[in-house]
């Protein structure tokens, strides 16, 4: 097993995620089976009761774990499913080490960071993986591991100090570090000195950069980058140049140009590691592939507006899994993608009181729009305006697509202003339970335990009998069941559900036991679609997800190219 370590200096968020996928993709292009484990060193178990504006989206993975969002980057780039098991955090760590203790494993001896917290540290990173996470069912040749946050940080210490031990554990041959760091421009001249110094602290910890990889916005003059060279202990042709693209999907093609792999290769050896001949030419079909979707990119002139209307607008990473669905939709529709950022409270009657020009400018953005998108949260702020531009959609003949509680949203609207129940309301969305209350509490749920305690992972839906004529299922191929993943706790109430199909809102996918609503779609207008799953956690760059496809495809007028 090949280790590959990506860490960060100098601040985070600077695309240690992106840079990771991307080299465990030029690792599979090569033949090699990849998987990915994400560090995160904040003390909550999983990222499950994080708020979206404090950490980003939550990503569900097929086991129902809530990981961070960078799990949702490395299997839409290398085509792998993961576990809840793929995303170690100290509070995992902490409660099974203490628990361990609790049950006396440690034979009565002082537990303490070193070593007990760093051995359990290794040993998670050393058995995880080796989980086969493709379709061969095999064990992997190379793990990336990133570390989340920035090196120096009091939280990642004990993570530093075991990968600093893992190295000794492993083998020099079989563990590699990329430290990705930030070269800022001052008064036009590109600054190196952050980027000495974090190498120099990651040195001074017992972890020596065998990659120095530098974001920045441009790409660096040759001073700088053998000034990075000299001062960080790399060779010239070890520091590589991250700098701002027109898209994501070149990193990997940037990357290769700097030839990351065979720099890699002469320190994992990787000559000694001979990938079967049918893998080699699958991953060179991939590359070809990536390659082609990428430079249809860059020539792409016909362009779509979506309206994405939502209550975390203010972090676009709180719906990156929605934005990058839309992304592979549009390449694979060729277009070229604008979203409409619409802060779903400013679509309410009260802002046009208190905020005049926020009211008129979010209702500009959706009128606009080609297309909206009312995409999953929680709580009551904002939903009044999704309700709006839900029924802005579909009096307009406008394509629509609701997730989750955009769902939702649509069956609240259609009760109130098509079969006339004005006071159509969700539990969710107000504290005395409603007089019609369309959208109910899940039975099952726990009301008291908020952590992992959604209907959460991978489920069956099941297409209805007589809805052949539908739009989406024609997309999903015209089988008659399709697994996605699920994040809710509120569903729609079967008490109404007859007179709604009464009134044309059709359930055309229900769950496997026909009790739970999953998919409603309007037969008479251009592209009317909810979802109770999440179908962007399964979307992938070369591979889009059905209702995002649909969708797009609908608000570019395409839509009869693909059924």
């Known amino acids: 097993m090949k280790y590959v370590v990506v860490s960060g200096g100098v601040i985070s968020g600077i695309g240690k995620g992106v840079i990771a996928s991307s080299t465990g993709l030029l690792f599979k292009t090569r033949g090699f089976k990849v998987s990915a484990i994400k560090i995160d060193p904040y003390m909550n178990i999983d990222a499950g009761t994080m708020s979206p504006l404090e950490h980003g989206e939550v990503f569900v993975l ?84 990133e570390l989340g946050g920035t090196v120096g940080d009091i939280e990642s210490a004990p993570f530093v100090e075991a990968l600093r031990q893992f190295q000794f554990r492993v083998g020099s041959e079989n563990f590699a570090l990329i430290h990705v760091s930030l070269i800022p421009v001052v008064n036009g001249e590109q600054k190196t000195k952050p980027t000495q110094v974090a190498v120099r602290d990651l040195r001074g910890l017992g972890l020596t950069a065998d990659i120095v990889a530098c974001r920045c916005t441009h790409k660096l003059e040759k001073a700088t980058t053998d000034k990075i060279s000299m001062f960080c202990h790399v060779g010239p042709d070890q520091v590589l140049v991250v700098h701002d693209l027109s898209s994501v999907y070149h990193v990997p093609l940037l990357l290769d140009q700097q030839m990351i792999i065979e720099q890699l290769s002469k320190k994992l050896k990787l000559e000694k590691v001979s990938p079967t001949p049918g893998y080699v030419s699958k991953g060179a079909s991939l590359w070809a592939d990536w390659k082609n979707l990428t430079s249809t990119h860059d020539r792409m002139f016909e362009s779509v507006t979506i309206a994405l209307v939502g209550k975390y607008t203010n972090l676009k990473d709180s719906y990156i899994s929605v934005v990058k669905s839309l992304e592979h939709s549009a390449l694979r529709c060729q277009r070229k993608l604008t979203i409409n ?94 007089a019609n209350p369309l ?7 726990s009301k008291t335990h908020l952590g992992g305690t959604m209907r959460l992972g991978l489920r069956a839906t099941k297409f209805q009998e007589n809805t052949e004529w539908s739009k989406l299922r024609k997309l999903y191929g015209g089988g008659d069941t399709v697994h996605e993943r699920h994040r809710h706790r509120y569903e729609v109430n079967p008490k109404f559900v007859a007179e709604l199909e009464a009134r044309g809102f059709t359930f055309v996918g229900k769950d496997e036991v026909g009790e739970r609503m999953e998919i409603f779609e309007l037969k008479d207008h251009t592209w009317f679609v909810g979802t109770q799953y999440h179908p962007e956690y399964l979307s992938r760059v070369l591979n889009p997800s059905k209702p995002y496809l649909g969708f797009l495809a609908a608000s570019a007028g395409i839509l009869d190219t693909l059924l």
């Open 341 to 434: 950022w619409v802060e779903a409270s400013d679509l309410e009657p009260d802002t046009l009181q208190t905020n005049r020009v926020n009211f008129h400018k979010a209702w500009h953005e959706v009128c606009k729009a080609d297309g909206i998108l009312v995409p999953g949260g929680f709580g009551s702020r904002g939903t009044e305006g999704m309700v709006a531009a839900a029924k802005w959609a579909r009096e307009n003949n406008v394509p629509y697509l609701g997730i989750c509680l955009g769902l939702q949203i649509a069956v609240i609207e259609y009760a109130r202003n098509v079969l006339g129940i004005t006071d159509a309301q969700s539990e969710e969305l107000v504290e005395e339970t409603p």
């Open 62 to 145: 097929d086991d129902g774990g809530e990981a961070d969002l960078d799990l949702g980057n490395y299997e839409r780039y290398l085509n792998v499913t993961l576990t809840r098991e793929n995303n170690i955090t100290t509070g995992k760590i902490y409660s099974q080490v203490i628990e361990r203790e609790r049950k006396g494993d440690y034979l009565g001896k002082t537990v303490q960071v070193v070593p007990h917290i760093t051995n359990a540290i290794q040993d998670w990173i050393e058995r995880v993986a080796r989980i086969p996470v493709d379709e061969t069912g095999e064990e992997p040749d190379v793990c990336i591991v």
């Open 439 to 445: 959208i109910v509490f899940m039975p099952e749920v």
